[in-house]
């Protein structure tokens, strides 16, 4: 069975400083692992996906992940935050279930609070 | 709206009364899944739809839980003999193929239900 593990549930930096969201998963086969991104009251926004191709994969607003098979991680950073990252993340790996389909499993998140 | 609409934003019910949430997917979009997000969680998979077609039901907890795509856009989640475990927020999320961990899922900002 597939699934994640973020490692901290909070998060705190000054803004200007680097940002480094821990996740690590669980697969029996190659996975497919993403990071969301939820503000307040919004909805979910892909931040950036990792589906076998580069192991370090770019996403939107600076942020990039680096896929370690050895590590079973897929850490998200960020080299400089900004007052407007400031949300939950959630790491996510894509699972299977019968009839061939995928579904995503989502971490518990990781809160990201951004200090001036 | 360009995006996935779900309404009501926010439902407050009494415990055993009946609810019905709305999901407007993206016009034309095949794939549709809701998933369940409890307080300081993640989202967790509750059911999947290809079209009217429901695929996979494997997450709703209990038989309380009934989902419908009748005419293969606008879905319903119906909770019967709300509990207070089912306070939630319950997002919709839709793609536009048969969904695969290269399809972008886009998500609705949810309707927050509250059981009292």
């Known amino acids: 069975a597939q699934s994640v593990t973020q490692l901290d549930s909070h998060v705190s930096v000054s803004e200007g400083t680097p940002v480094l969201l821990r996740c690590n998963y669980s697969s029996s086969y190659s996975p497919s692992l993403f990071w969301y991104v939820q503000h307040p009251n919004k909805g979910l926004q892909l931040l950036l996906k990792?589906?076998?191709?580069?192991?370090l994969v770019k996403g939107i607003n600076g942020f990039e992940a680096e896929f370690k098979k050895s590590e079973t991680s897929f850490h998200l950073t960020k080299p400089s935050a900004h007052m407007s990252d400031a949300a939950e993340y959630f790491c996510?790996?894509?699972?299977?279930?019968?009839?061939?389909?995928?579904?995503?499993?989502f971490g518990a998140g990781t809160r990201l609070a951004v200090h001036p | 709206g360009a995006g996935v609409s779900q309404s009501p934003r926010y439902k407050v019910a009494k415990r055993g009364q009946d609810v019905a949430l709305r999901c407007d997917p993206i016009?034309?979009?095949?794939?549709l899944f809701w998933y369940q997000q409890a307080l300081g969680q993640g989202p967790e998979f509750l059911t999947y739809?290809?079209?009217?077609?429901?695929?996979?039901k494997s997450g709703l907890p209990s038989d309380r839980f009934f989902a419908e795509r009748p005419e293969g856009s606008v879905s319903t989640l119906k909770i019967q003999r709300t509990q207070q475990e089912d306070s939630a927020v319950y997002l919709c999320?839709?793609?536009?193929?048969?969904?695969?961990?290269?399809?972008?899922?886009?998500f609705g900002n949810g309707t927050r239900l509250t059981v009292t």
């Open positions: 996510v790996v894509s699972g299977s279930f019968s009839g061939g389909y995928n579904k995503l499993i």
């Open positions: 016009s034309g979009h095949v794939s």
């Open positions: 739809f290809q079209n009217e077609a429901q695929l996979d």
């Open positions: 999320a839709s793609s536009l193929g048969r969904w695969s961990s290269d399809s972008p899922l886009h």
């Open positions: 990792y589906t076998s191709a580069a192991t």
